[in-house]
C-alpha cells in the first residue's frame, strides 16, 4: 500500500512555493529546495527561504493557516539534493526548459529511492520528452501533476500519464489528489497544453476576436463573459491581465505551432492590439497596465477610476456606455441558465457575442474528443474547476441544446465532430442526464450513458431533484440521501436566510424525529452556504417601527437555532464558501459541522450596526464559559471573544474558525475537499445516530457581570482612542458586552441559555432604532458593502 508522508518540491518560484504550502495546508511534511544563493553576502538557501517568506505574505494568503509553515523546511540543490532519498514525492516546479528540466531529473535519479514517485508541473512541454535517458523505474514511477495557480484556490490538478507510467500509480494519483489535497483530479492526455489550457486560451481567443469583429468595448465584453454567464467576475479581458500578456501570448503561440492540424489555428492568432501590449511591455497586473490601467480620477461612486484600452485606437480611456437589450434582460434573471438562454437567443451585439462564442465552443471541444481526453466530463471538470467556469462546454452545450447547438454552428460554418450527430441520430438528446438520483454522461466510444467515475459515492443534490423531495417550500427543500439521512438544502437568492428557511429547519427536524430518520444534514452546493439573515426584512421592519413583527421573528431565528441544539436526532451542518451571520449562528447550534477548509465563517452583523441575534452572540457567552478552567485569567479571553465580535471578524479558513471560535475541535472537522462536505456530514450523522443523545439544556453558564462588564467598557474606551471603531461602534461593543457578561449582575453568576438569548434579543432590537444602524444597513443593502460611520 503507498502512503505519502513527506514530499519534496523541486523549485521555489511562484508556482513552486504556492504547491509546496498547499502541500502543507494537507498536512505533509514538504522540503522545498532552489538554487544555492550565489551572491557573496548571500545565505546556501536563501533563494527558497526568501520565496516562502514572499509567498506567505501574499493575498490571498496560500495557507490555511498560518501555524501550517512549520511544516516546510527549505534547501538548495548542491547542499540538500540528496535528502530526496526521504521523501514519498518528488515533484519538480523549474523554469519551462526542457534540457534544465532534465538534467535536475538526472540528478534526482541518482539520490532517489525505487518506487517514488517523480513528476513534473510542466504546462506545456511534452511529458515524455523529460524521461528520456532516465532509468526504468523513473520512467515507471514519472507523469505530469499540473497544479494551477493559485494552488490553493484553482481546484484542478491535471495528471498526464507517459506511455511507460504504472496505471496503479495514475489511478492513486487521482484519488490522492481529490481526497487528500482537495482538487478535481482530471486524467490528460500527454498533448498540447493538456485540457484546460487547450479549451480555456481557445475560449479566451475567440472572444478577442469577436470583440475586435462586433467594435464592442473591452469592459463591456467583460460584463457580457463574467457572471452573467456563469464565470469568474474577471470575465475576458481582466483574466488577461491577471494572467500576464506574455504568458498568454506564449500558450496561444504554442498550441498553433504544435497543433497544425488544429482546426480552429486561426483562433490563436495574436491580435494587432495584443501585439501592441506586448511591444510597450504592457503586461497586465504585473507591470500595473494592460487592458486596463489605473486612472487618476474617481468615478461617480467615488472609487478609484480604472481606464480600458480602445482596441481601435489603442489609446486608454473611459469605455462609453453601451445599453445592450441583453444584459438589461440579464439581470432580471436569477437563473443562471435560463439567463445563458435568453442572452444567447438576444439578437443585439451582446448576444451575437455570447452565441457566436459559444458555438465556437461547441465546435472545439466535439473535435477535441479523443484528441485531449476520452471522456467528454474530463473537458467540463477541466474548465470548471481551472478556470472557475460555472459550467463547463459541454453543460452549456446541454443549457442551450445539443440539436439546436449542432444545427447553429453548422449554419455559422462550423465543423462539428460526427460523433455528436451520431448521438443525436441513436436517440441521446443531452451529454448528461439523471438516472436513479444519479448523474450519467455520454461516452462517445461505447455510444451509452455510463456513471461518472468518482461521482459515485458522493451525495449530488443536483441529480435529486428529479426525484420528489420529503418536504419542500419556495426556499428549501429536503432531499432524502440514502442511509436514513435527510438534507435540508437551501434554495433562497443567494441563500439568504428567511421565513421559509427557517421554518423548513423546524418541519425538517420534526419530520426526522417523527417518521424515523437517523437524522439531518444542512447543505447545498452553492458557491456560499449563506451570506446570512434576511437584511432586506430585517431593515424594513425597522424602518418603519414594526417592533413586535421584527423581536417575532428574532425570537423565531433564535429559537430555530435552539430547534437544532436540542433536536431528538442529530443535525450536522455542511459548509462551503461564505458561512455569514445567520449561516454560522445555525452551524453552532447543530451537534458538527463538517466545514469545507475553503469555508469563511463570521458573525459579521456589526459592519451592519448590530449584534449576532439568531442566538450568536449567546453561543459564543456559552463557549466562553466552556473554555474557562480553574485559575484561568478570565477577563483576556472575554474580550478576544468580544473584540471578534465587534470587528466582524471573519475566518478565511476553515481552521482559521477554531481560532476565532466559529469552530469547536473535536466537535467540528475540516474536508479539505469541498465537494465531499455533505457527504462527510452524512457521515457523521450515521455515526452519531449510533447511541445519540440530545445534549441537556445549559443552565450552568458562567457570566462575569459588573466585572466583566467594566473591563469590556475600558477595552470599548481603547478601542475608540485608538481609532479602531466609531462612536457607533462604541455602542455595539456596549451591547455585546451586555449580553456576554449577563447584564448588570453584582458578580459572576451562573445563568441559562434563555436568559442570554432574552439579552440578546433585547440588545438586537435596540440598535436596531438606532439612525446609525438604519445607515448601515441601507448603505449595505445599496452597495453590498459595510459603512462605518
Known amino acids: 500500500m503507498r502512503i505519502i508522508k513527506k514530499i519534496a518540491v523541486l523549485g521555489s518560484g511562484v508556482m513552486g512555493s504556492g504547491i509546496a504550502c498547499h502541500f502543507a495546508n494537507a498536512g505533509f511534511q514538504v522540503m522545498m529546495l532552489d538554487l544555492p544563493g550565489s551572491g557573496e553576502n548571500q545565505r546556501r538557501n536563501q533563494v527558497a527561504e526568501d520565496a516562502l517568506a514572499f509567498a506567505v505574505k501574499q493575498k490571498p494568503a496560500p495557507l490555511y493557516h498560518s501555524g501550517f509553515i512549520s511544516r516546510i523546511t527549505t534547501g538548495n540543490f548542491d547542499d540538500d539534493l540528496p535528502k530526496v532519498k526521504d521523501a514519498d514525492w518528488i515533484i519538480e516546479v523549474i523554469v519551462e526548459k526542457l534540457e534544465i528540466k532534465q538534467s535536475l531529473f538526472e540528478r534526482v535519479d541518482q539520490y532517489r529511492r525505487p518506487g517514488t ?66 482538487k478535481q483530479t482530471v486524467l490528460c492526455k500527454d498533448t498540447p497544453a493538456f485540457i484546460a489550457n487547450r479549451v480555456g486560451v481557445y475560449s479566451m481567443a475567440r472572444i478577442f476576436q469577436l470583440t475586435e469583429e462586433l467594435g464592442l468595448p473591452i469592459s463591456t465584453v467583460d460584463k457580457l463573459t463574467g457572471p452573467v454567464i456563469g464565470r469568474p467576475n474577471t470575465g475576458t479581458f481582466r483574466l488577461a491581465d491577471l494572467v500576464g500578456h ?75 456606455r453601451i445599453d445592450l437589450p441583453s444584459l438589461g434582460i440579464s439581470k432580471q434573471i436569477d437563473d443562471p441558465e435560463k439567463r445563458i438562454k435568453t442572452i444567447y437567443d438576444a439578437p443585439d451585439d451582446g448576444g451575437k457575442l455570447i452565441k457566436q462564442h459559444l458555438l465556437g465552443l461547441f465546435a472545439y471541444v466535439s473535435n477535441r474528443i479523443p484528441e485531449i481526453a476520452d471522456h467528454i466530463n474530463s473537458i467540463d471538470d477541466a474548465l470548471k474547476a481551472g478556470f472557475a467556469w460555472s459550467y463547463g462546454p459541454f453543460e452549456y452545450w446541454d443549457i442551450i441544446g445539443v440539436k439546436r447547438g449542432l444545427e447553429d454552428a453548422k449554419a455559422s460554418g462550423l465543423s462539428i465532430s460526427p460523433w455528436v450527430q451520431k448521438m443525436l441520430d441513436d436517440g441521446f438528446e443531452s451529454f448528461y442526464t439523471i438516472k436513479d438520483g444519479k448523474t450519467l454522461v455520454y461516452n462517445p466510444s461505447t455510444n451509452s450513458y455510463v456513471p461518472i467515475q468518482g461521482a459515485e459515492t458522493k451525495v449530488n443534490l443536483h441529480a435529486l431533484r428529479t426525484q420528489s423531495p ?45 417518521e424515523g430518520w437517523k437524522g439531518l444534514v444542512i447543505g447545498n452546493h452553492a458557491t456560499n452556504f449563506s451570506v446570512g439573515a434576511n437584511l432586506m426584512l430585517i431593515g424594513m421592519m425597522a424602518f418603519q417601527e414594526e417592533w413586535d413583527d421584527l423581536e417575532m421573528a428574532v425570537n423565531y431565528f433564535q429559537q430555530t437555532s435552539m430547534r437544532c441544539r ?97 469552530l469547536v475541535k473535536g466537535r467540528d472537522e475540516v474536508v479539505i475537499n469541498s465537494t465531499n462536505a455533505i457527504t462527510e456530514a452524512k457521515r457523521k450523522v450515521l455515526y452519531l445516530s449510533l447511541n445519540y443523545i440530545p445534549p441537556i439544556p445549559k443552565s450552568d453558564i458562567l457570566v462575569l457581570g459588573r466585572q466583566g462588564l467594566a473591563s469590556l467598557y475600558a477595552f470599548a474606551n481603547e ?45 438586537f432590537l435596540s440598535l436596531c432604532g438606532e439612525q446609525k444602524t438604519l445607515e448601515r444597513i441601507q448603505y449595505m443593502l445599496e452597495n453590498n458593502k459595510p459603512l462605518r460611520n
Not at 501533476?145 to 507517459?162: G, S
Not at 445567520?582 to 452583523?605: P, Q, R, T
Not at 485569567?633 to 465580535?645: A, F, G, N, S, Y
Open 117 to 182: 514517485i517523480i513528476s513534473s508541473n510542466t504546462s506545456g512541454i511534452p511529458i515524455h520528452l523529460m524521461t528520456q535517458g532516465r532509468s526504468d523505474d523513473f520512467k515507471k514511477h514519472f507523469l505530469g501533476t499540473h497544479f494551477f495557480n493559485p494552488p490553493r484556490y484553482l481546484r484542478l490538478l491535471e495528471i498526464i500519464p507517459t506511455p511507460d507510467t504504472d496505471k496503479d500509480l495514475v489511478n492513486f494519483l487521482m484519488q490522492f489528489g481529490e481526497r487528500f489535497l482537495g
Open 246 to 320: 506574455d504568458t498568454g501570448v506564449k500558450v496561444m503561440q504554442g498550441i498553433q505551432h504544435n497543433c497544425p492540424d488544429d482546426e480552429q489555428a486561426g483562433a490563436f492568432n495574436v491580435p494587432g492590439y495584443m501585439q501592441f501590449l506586448l511591444d510597450n511591455k504592457f503586461l497586465g497586473n504585473k507591470t500595473g497596465q494592460g487592458f486596463y490601467k489605473k486612472g487618476e480620477g474617481k468615478n461617480a461612486k467615488g472609487q478609484t477610476e480604472y481606464l480600458s484600452l480602445n482596441l481601435k485606437t489603442l489609446e486608454y480611456g473611459t469605455d462609453p
Open 470 to 514: 420529503v418536504y419542500r417550500n419556495d426556499e428549501a427543500v429536503l432531499h432524502d440521501i440514502g442511509d436514513g439521512v435527510l438534507c435540508f438544502e437551501f434554495r433562497s437568492k443567494a441563500n439568504v436566510i428567511g421565513e421559509g428557511i427557517l421554518r423548513g429547519i423546524n418541519e425538517s427536524i420534526r419530520i426526522a424525529e417523527e
Open 566 to 662: 436540542y433536536s431528538a436526532v442529530p443535525v450536522v451542518v455542511a459548509t462551503q464558501g461564505y458561512v455569514f451571520g445567520g449561516g454560522c449562528e445555525i452551524s453552532m447550534h447543530c451537534d458538527g459541522v463538517a466545514a469545507a477548509a475553503e469555508s469563511y465563517i463570521g458573525l459579521v452583523e456589526a459592519g451592519v450596526g448590530l449584534i449576532p441575534g439568531g442566538g450568536g452572540t449567546k453561543e459564543f457567552a456559552v463557549r466562553l464559559s466552556e473554555s474557562f478552567r480553574n485559575g484561568d485569567v478570565q477577563i483576556p479571553q472575554l474580550i478576544d471573544r468580544c473584540k471578534t465580535l465587534a470587528t466582524a471578524s471573519v475566518a478565511t479558513s476553515a481552521y482559521e474558525a477554531y481560532d476565532l471560535g466559529y
Open 719 to 763: 478601542f475608540r482612542l485608538g481609532a479602531f471603531g466609531s462612536a457607533h461602534d462604541i455602542k455595539i461593543v456596549h451591547k455585546l458586552a451586555w449580553v456576554l457578561c449577563g447584564g448588570d449582575l453584582t458578580g459572576a453568576q451562573l445563568v441559562n441559555e434563555q436568559y442570554l438569548l432574552d439579552l440578546e434579543r433585547e440588545a
